[in-house]
């Protein structure tokens, strides 16, 4: 059985690989959008899509699918790659990032015919949506669990914290947050702007399970995300420490690269190192 679980790990690690190349793709070819969370998040978004979610990308509208709400709407490439990779549209369609008349927009736009559930841009707001859907799901005595995706940068709007204590009263334990601390905003690091620690223990002072674990640890991840579905009396909130620009050298834990596109040289330059590691995870599992 470990055997096995290493073997999922390693074939997750290496799709997360495939959609960071992709989302560089789509950056050079967008010409504008966000690197640095979108690297950062691939392993979570790939372990999600790949081993954690009960969906059906042939099905996009079936009911008894999980949710998945993005509230940091600005990493949607590594969210586009990762569902053009589950086979929810063809991945010649992520050229389209940002283009009129697109369906990837800066900023997804709800859409269950690509796997979007809701519209995200202003932060701090898809948690209260995905409330109101974990708590719809109660009254309706339904299975479907909520993932809610966030960033770190977002918890310094009054909302959220609004409603994780709505969530932690009413016990919404099919509710999973997963937040993205990679430690950086558009603005510069996050604990010079506004600090958010203890944030693990401000999370609990809610009423919140909370789990903090390494956000590319594919068998970390998956642990986490089955810890949250056997816990009965809490919402879930996992926090998912990241390298922002993971497995770019030159972008990885730089403010600068939070919203900065590659230019044609910067995107053969990341390609071509992760391209390079993705040919020594493979001859790794070889082995």
């Not at 996050?190 to 223990?201: N, R, S, Y």
Request: hydrophobic share 40%.
């Amino acid at each position: 059985m470990l055997g096995q679980n290493n073997m999922l790990a390693q074939e997750i690690s290496n799709l997360a690989i495939e959609i960071r190349e992709n989302l560089i793709k789509m950056l050079l070819e967008a010409g504008s959008g966000h690197p640095a969370g979108a690297l950062g998040m691939a392993d979570v978004l790939a372990t999600l899509y790949f081993d954690v979610l009960k969906h059906d990308p042939s099905n996009p509208t079936w009911e008894e699918r999980d949710r998945v709400v993005l509230s940091n709407g600005h990493i949607c490439p590594g969210f586009y790659a990762t569902l053009a990779e589950a086979g929810y549209f063809p991945k010649s369609e992520l050229m389209s990032l940002r283009k009129i008349d697109s369906r990837l927009q800066g900023h997804p736009h709800y859409n269950l015919e690509i796997g979007i559930e809701n519209t995200s841009g202003p932060l701090g707001q898809a948690l209260s949506q995905a409330i109101g859907m974990a708590t719809a799901f109660k009254l309706d005595q339904k299975p479907n669990r909520v993932y809610c995706l966030m960033s770190d940068g977002e918890q310094q709007e009054g909302q959220n914290w609004e409603a994780f204590m709505y969530a932690g009263d009413r016990r919404l334990n099919n509710l999973t947050v997963l937040i993205d601390r990679n430690n950086i905003q558009i603005s510069g690091y996050t604990e010079d702007v506004m600090p958010l620690q203890p944030f693990k223990h401000k999370l609990e002072a809610f009423r919140w399970n909370v789990l903090d674990i390494d956000g590319h640890n594919i068998e970390a991840i998956i642990d986490a995300c089955h810890q949250a579905q056997a816990i009965q009396e809490q919402p879930t909130a996992i926090i998912c420490n990241t390298i922002p620009g993971k497995d770019v050298d030159f972008m990885e834990n730089l403010p600068y690269w939070h919203g900065k596109p590659p230019s044609k040289k910067e995107a053969a330059e990341a390609i071509d190192e992760l391209e390079e590691l993705e040919e020594e995870n493979l001859a790794q599992s070889k082995i």
